[in-house]
Structures are given as structure tokens and as C-alpha cells.
């Protein structure tokens, strides 16, 4: 059974930086695509960050290119979300995905496997 868990959310000011880490459990990790979604209460879930298996590939929204960047850790099994410069209205539980293909895809549906989330509170 696949397993996914993130941490590193918490409460930050505007302008500060947080890093999300995810590690993964129950397959061969480096084989597979992997994203970062947020989702706020009420709204669908959004496409954040993508990476195929080898790092290969990056793919980030338009909201976050410049400020964001993806990177993963095969060896460690682990997908990591640097985001800096955050928004309040970045605010928001962040997930962690893992598709069953090599290549990442950036739309909720693409993906078979979700952690838990994690919560990302951005004070102004």
C-alpha cells in the first residue's frame, strides 16, 4: 500500500519562506511522477508544482514560478515544496500526490495516491 506523508506546514508572516517535505512508502518511488496541490475550505483543489521520476521535468502554476521550486530525493524517497516570498492568500492545506506513470500531470484527477496535507497558514 502506497503511503504518502507530509510535513513542514505551520504559521508564517507574509514574505517568509516554509519548505514541505513528502516521503513515500510502499513502491518503488523514483519510478514515478509526482505534485503539489493546495486546497482551501470550499474550493477545489489547485495545481501547485510537478516532477517526473528523474527530475527531469518540472511544471509549476503561473501563481508560484519564480517563488516556488519542486526538487525530490530519490535515494530518501522524498519530494520536497520550497516556497518563498509566501502570500496570505497562499493559505491553505497542501498535498502531496504520486501518479502511476513516470511523467507528472498537472490536474488532481492524474493522481492515485494523496498524503494526508498539511497546513500552510500565511499571516499579513
Known amino acids: 500500500q502506497v503511503q504518502l506523508v507530509e510535513s513542514g506546514g505551520g504559521l508564517v508572516q507574509a514574505g517568509d519562506s516554509l519548505r514541505l517535505s513528502c516521503t513515500a512508502s510502499g513502491r518503488t518511488f523514483s519510478s514515478y511522477g509526482m505534485g503539489w496541490f493546495r486546497q482551501a475550505p470550499g474550493k477545489e483543489r489547485e495545481f501547485v508544482a510537478a516532477?517526473?521520476?528523474?527530475?527531469?521535468?518540472?511544471y509549476y502554476a503561473d501563481s508560484v514560478k519564480g517563488r516556488f521550486t519542486i526538487s525530490r530525493d530519490n535515494a530518501k524517497n522524498a519530494v520536497y515544496l520550497q516556497m518563498n516570498s509566501l502570500k496570505p492568500e497562499e493559505t491553505d492545506v497542501y498535498y502531496c500526490?504520486?501518479?502511476?506513470?513516470?511523467?507528472?500531470?498537472?490536474?488532481?484527477?492524474?493522481?492515485?495516491?494523496w498524503g494526508q496535507g498539511t497546513q500552510v497558514t500565511v499571516s499579513s
Open positions: 516532477i517526473n521520476w528523474s527530475g527531469g521535468s518540472i
Open positions: 500526490a504520486s501518479r502511476s506513470h513516470a511523467e507528472p500531470r498537472r490536474t488532481a484527477t492524474g493522481y492515485d495516491y
